[in-house]
């Protein structure tokens, strides 16, 4: 048991050596260009006002270690420190970005904590206490981070490939001109209903992932697997296939999103959603350095399906209300032109790899781990060459290429529910006591 402890202890270390390096190796990367890294939006975040959100929703994970008492005053010593920033920023004419007043004593509030499980709490509290902390700053630090990464792929990826995966996209029927079709149709309800559900995703992430920790307090221990390990994993990989496969969606690679410095424009042409592009040869075309390159895989679908998975095991209302997000997050990523559905394919694959990767890491891995986790990589590395070197093709054939992409991702959905089923402890039935027999 020692043993077993000293190890974890070494992996928590590494873990959090390697954490650190990525967040130093972003600062420096973003102070190259000019821009604040995720290291100094979190420091900025203790005076500057920042955005309210991710703060919160971290404060809100972190109290899931706390009691309902200490959450109380965590909550109201928050609120007071907002407002006594804000009468501050009020009294000097400071001016706020956005809109954003709120956010400080959420950060405040977490950093004492962790300041009073190092000098106060001893042990599993010191312990418990700490993770609490750890999960609601990794929660803003992924934003900080994510922020970053999008900044360093629109610096170093001036030539994007939207015309190889425009083209791809025939193979489906060119969803995101349908759906942006439809947006507009249901325009101002249906716009604003997808905005607020694209824009809040985080927001319905925090809900599963505290019903999933509601009873960390009680317990005293976290679960073995949750939603935001998964949260987190996505969006740390994620980024590093926008570097591989530079995309900026159909909005801006074909509609009028697309407007650069100097009112130079950049779209190949101004098609979307009326008119869907041709079929040409592909190639590289050139873009501004502010648009993310952030599409392939699209990581809102991503994470749609892992809230939409990790909601299965809640209260009906919260699976109603998973299915719901996961729905309209796809008709926003294609409604609104973020996405082609090429796009929302491998966004599939690449969530359910990683759920199946990070399952089989906590339970052990063994045969059907791995056969799953292989299968899903190469589905989706599969997918991305396809996608960049066989376009045309893709285009030329859609009654064959369209039922062979909705097959592959259908193929790893059906073997990640038939492998995680598998994983599931089965109740032994209950032996039936043997009938005795009258004496004759």
Same mark, same amino acid.
């Given at each position: ?67 309902? !008492? ?19 920023? *009020? ?16 950060? *405040? ?5 962790? #300041? ?9 509290? !010191? ?21 970053? *990464? ?24 060119? $969803? ?21 559900? +694209? ?8 809900? #599963? ?7 960390? =307090?009680?317990? !005293?221990?976290?679960? !073995? ?13 994620? $980024?590093?296939? +926008? ?15 697309? &407007? ?15 008119? $869907? /592009?041709?079929?040409?040869? @592909?190639? @590289?075309? &050139?873009?501004?350095?502010?648009? @993310?390159?952030?599409?392939? $895989? ?7 399906? =892992? ?32 996405? +082609? ?40 590395? =599969? ?14 054939? @859609? *009654?064959?290429?369209? /039922? ?11 073997? +990640? ?11 032994? /039935? ?11």
């Amino acid at each position: 048991m020692a043993a077993c402890r000293q190890r974890r202890a070494v992996l928590w270390a590494v873990a959090g050596v390697a954490a650190l390096g990525i967040l130093i190796t972003l600062e420096i990367s973003a102070r190259r260009y000019g821009q604040p890294g995720p290291i100094t939006d979190q420091l900025n975040g203790l005076v500057f006002a920042p955005k309210p959100g991710p703060l919160y929703g971290g404060m809100a994970l972190m109290m899931v270690v706390l009691t309902w !008492r200490q959450r109380f005053i965590a909550a109201g010593v928050a609120i007071g420190i907002d407002t006594l920033f804000v009468l501050v920023r *009020w009294a000097v004419g400071a001016r706020t970005t956005e809109g954003h007043f709120f956010g400080n004593g959420a950060l *405040w509030v977490m950093l004492g904590c962790a #300041v009073i499980a190092l000098t106060r709490r001893t042990g599993a509290e !010191r312990v418990l206490l700490l993770k609490g902390v750890g999960l609601g700053l990794l929660l803003v630090a992924g934003r900080k981070t994510g922020d970053t *990464w999008l900044l360093i792929t629109a610096k170093t990826r001036p030539a994007v490939l939207d015309q190889y995966v425009a083209t791809a996209d025939h193979a489906l029927g060119n $969803p995101s001109w349908l759906m942006g079709r439809i947006v507009n149709a249901t325009d101002p309800i249906g716009t604003h209903l997808l905005h607020l559900v +694209y824009a809040q995703l985080a927001v319905a992430a925090v809900v #599963v992932a505290l019903y999933q920790l509601r009873n960390v =307090a009680v317990e !005293r221990r976290f679960p !073995r697997h949750h939603l935001v390990r998964t949260f987190l994993v996505i969006g740390l990989l994620g $980024p590093a296939v +926008y570097m591989i496969f530079p995309v900026v969606g159909p909005v801006f690679a074909y509609g009028p999103g697309a &407007s650069g410095t100097g009112g130079v424009q950049w779209a190949v042409a101004n098609l979307w959603p009326d008119t $869907p /592009p041709t079929i040409n040869t @592909p190639h @590289p075309v &050139s873009y501004d350095g502010i648009t @993310p390159r952030n599409c392939m $895989p699209s990581l809102h679908t991503a994470w749609a399906t =892992a809230i939409f998975i990790h909601s299965r095991k809640a209260p009906r209302i919260l699976r109603s209300a998973g299915t719901f997000w996961l729905i309209a997050t796809l008709s926003a990523t294609l409604g609104f032109g973020y996405h +082609y559905g090429v796009d929302l394919v491998a966004g599939v694959v690449f969530a359910l790899t990683i759920e199946a990767t990070l399952r089989s890491l906590d339970r052990g891995w063994d045969r059907a781990g791995i056969q799953l986790v292989s299968y899903g990589s190469t589905v989706f590395a =599969a997918l991305l060459v396809s996608y960049r070197c066989l376009p045309m093709e893709m285009a030329g054939h @859609p *009654w064959v290429f369209g /039922p062979l992409l909705l097959l592959a991702m259908t193929s790893v959905i059906y073997g +990640y529910v038939r492998t995680t089923e598998l994983w599931e402890p089965t109740a032994a /039935p209950t032996r039936q006591p043997e009938p005795q027999l009258e004496p004759v």
